[in-house]
T-cell receptor, first 114, second 113 residues
Framework: EAGVAQSPRYKIIEKRQSVAFWCNPI?????LYWYQQILGQGPKLLIQ????????DSQLPKDRFSAERLKGVDSTLKIQPAKLEDSAVYLC????????????FGNGTRLTVT | GNSVTQMEGPVTLSEEAFLTINCTYT??????LFWYVQYPGEGLQLLLK?????DKGSNKGFEATYRKETTSFHLEKGSVQVSDSAVYFC????????????FGKGTRLSVIA
């Protein structure tokens, strides 16, 4: 099966600019996650979708971050305006519904904010 | 809240050495436990998992046993190779509902020939 696709692979922007990341999950996976991985740390959940509904966005900085999954398939994560501390790798993952279903991760988008 | 603590890295070993990466967890209830691996320039890949106490997960020569009494899930391999050089993440996921993975900070392993 095709894996989780993410784009772009790399992005460099200046602070206060906006940026968007795209994710296409594995076909049929109802659950989609966005994680932020800061250098030297483990991935931290930003938002979880079940189909096109938000399950958990408690750690999403909603003043600058937004995400959507309009048709329950692809998802977009946006940052506006970006701050220096947003420099990180943004990982998208998807899974079947169910606690024992493993998460499948994309290769991530590496964001550098200057 | 739920959390995972891993041993600090980096860990540097010679080829064919024995590997242990310690992982302990704190959780309300009984989670499933996972080890993910991240090779240079690649995404996270599931290495192995265990869903209940005393289960042993294994893959590619790596093993980890779910120890409820010590809330641990230590990763071991008897003989590491240069190709095992990567960052290893321990993670948990609660067994109720459709919950996300909670990760540790990761341990970087470098294996030298």
């Amino acid at each position: 099966e095709a894996g989780v696709a993410q784009s772009p692979r790399y992005k460099i922007i200046e602070k206060r600019q906006s940026v968007a990341f795209w994710c296409n999950p594995i076909s049929g996976h109802a659950t989609l996650y966005w994680y932020q991985q800061i250098l030297g740390q483990g991935p931290k959940l930003l938002i979880q979708f079940q189909n096109n509904g938000v399950v958990d966005d408690s750690q999403l900085p909603k003043d600058r971050f937004s995400a959507e999954r309009l048709k329950g398939v692809d998802s977009t994560l946006k940052i506006q305006p970006a701050k220096l501390e947003d420099s990180a790798v943004y990982l998208c993952a998807s899974s079947w519904t169910g606690a024992n279903s493993p998460l499948h991760f994309g290769n991530g988008t590496r964001l550098t904010v200057t | 809240g739920n959390s995972v603590t891993q041993m600090e890295g980096p860990v540097t070993l010679s080829e064919e050495a024995f590997l242990t990466i310690n992982c302990t967890y704190t959780a309300t209830g009984y989670p499933s436990l996972f080890w993910y691996v991240q090779y240079p320039g690649e995404g996270l890949q599931l290495l192995l998992k265990a869903t209940k106490a005393d289960d042993k997960g294994s893959n590619k020569g790596f093993e980890a046993t779910y120890r409820k009494e010590t809330t641990s899930f230590h990763l071991e391999k008897g003989s590491v190779q240069v190709s095992d050089s990567a960052v290893y993440f321990c993670a948990l996921r609660m067994n109720s509902g459709n919950t996300p993975l909670v990760f540790g900070k990761g341990t970087r392993l470098s294996v030298i020939a």
